[in-house]
């Protein structure tokens, strides 16, 4: 984002506005953490704002100052459809495509509004009329930070401000472990325990909140672990039956995959979790080093995300989901092991 872009983005906002802030679906705590401190940030300066997710989240992210007023789009569609249809801004946070935005991408892409973007993903659309895209940022909540630093206004960030990015940032680098966390992380992270984020607190609200059902879910997926020596790749996989039999709920294979990429040796990781109701398996993939796992998400499974975590799908069932997936991994060998 250009210096003559803030100018005229700080002259948009000196007026009150109505402004819809936007996640994308299945939101996680870098989209919630980042829509909610822009929200609150927003509503400080006397707009008319509202947080539009385009479905609900997991439990451990429903702390969160401000969730409560998150409006969701597949429950309360026409209220949503009105908010965005009468937006005069619309920022869109940690997606830059409107595909990412799930039941919500024909209502944004008829919307009248101008556009906002702050994200950190790979190959960004071009449907925002200011665009903050950062690939080498930690995380989307980092960029609001960084936002806030070109507004010249980081002395408007709250206790509640500081607590939303801090946790997507924290979650993002799986607590300021990946190779994203810089020391510019850090400094931000800094900054934001001095404005009020406790960050011990925050640690315990997201992780220490395991149900007993979560718990033995996370057993089953450890027995399914299944480990490609040739190829230093591990995968998990979890049946919709395994999922009914642990009463799931959302959020609770967080961070499985992770699990995966732990073993000693381990370059690649991948979980395959079924999906009835959507008919498809959901993919999640996991990498150290340069081994590029957006682009295999891109390639093989619609997906994408960053070089080393990524996402997608497939229309197979999980069986052949997981032989589709044996037989490509051999392709990338001498990469794995290299």
């Not at 959901?282 to 998400?297: C, E, M, T, W």
């Not at 994408?304 to 069932?317: E, F, L, Q, R």
Request: aromatic letters at 10%; hydrophobic letters at 35%; glycine letters at 6%.
């Amino acid at each position: 984002m250009t210096s003559k872009e803030i100018t005229t983005l700080k002259g948009l906002l000196e007026e009150p506005k109505k402004i819809v802030i936007v996640p994308h679906k299945n939101p996680d705590g870098d989209a919630i953490g980042s829509t909610l401190a822009l929200h609150h940030f927003l509503k400080a300066k006397g707009h008319d704002c509202h947080v539009v997710s385009p479905n609900d989240y997991p439990e451990f992210l429903k702390w969160l100052p401000g969730e409560e007023e998150v409006i969701k789009f597949e429950n309360e569609t026409e209220k949503a459809t009105q908010l965005v249809n009468e937006a005069e801004l619309i920022f869109t946070l940690d997606f830059n495509h409107f595909s990412r935005s799930g039941l919500m991408e024909e209502v944004l892409s008829k919307a009248s509004a101008t556009y906002v973007m702050i994200d950190h993903h790979q190959q960004p659309d071009d449907y925002a009329k200011f665009m903050y895209s950062d690939i080498s940022a930690s995380s989307t909540c980092q960029l609001v930070y960084h936002f806030f630093e070109k507004l010249e206004e980081t002395d408007k960030i709250t206790p509640e401000i500081a607590t939303c990015l801090y946790i997507g940032v924290m979650t993002d680098t799986g607590s300021f472990r990946f190779p994203s966390t810089t020391s510019i992380t850090h400094r931000v992270i800094a900054d934001l325990i001095d404005k009020g984020a406790e960050n011990a607190l925050i640690h315990q609200q997201t992780f220490d909140t395991n149900s007993y059902e979560r718990m033995q879910l996370l057993g089953v997926a450890l027995n399914n672990l299944k480990v490609l020596k040739d190829c230093n790749t591990a995968y998990i996989s979890l049946s919709q039956k395994e999922l009914d039999d642990h009463k799931f709920k959302k959020g609770d294979t967080e961070g499985f995959v992770n699990y995966g990429l732990s073993v000693k040796g381990i370059v690649f990781a991948a979980i395959f979790i079924e999906h009835k109701a959507e008919n498809i398996i959901k993919i999640s993939l996991r990498s150290k080093g340069d081994f590029d796992v957006n682009q295999f998400a891109r390639k093989y499974f619609d997906g994408g995300g960053h070089i080393n975590a990524a996402g997608g799908k497939s229309d197979k069932n999980l069986q052949e989901t997981i032989a589709y997936f044996e037989e490509i991994v051999k392709k990338h060998q001498k990469e794995l092991n290299s």
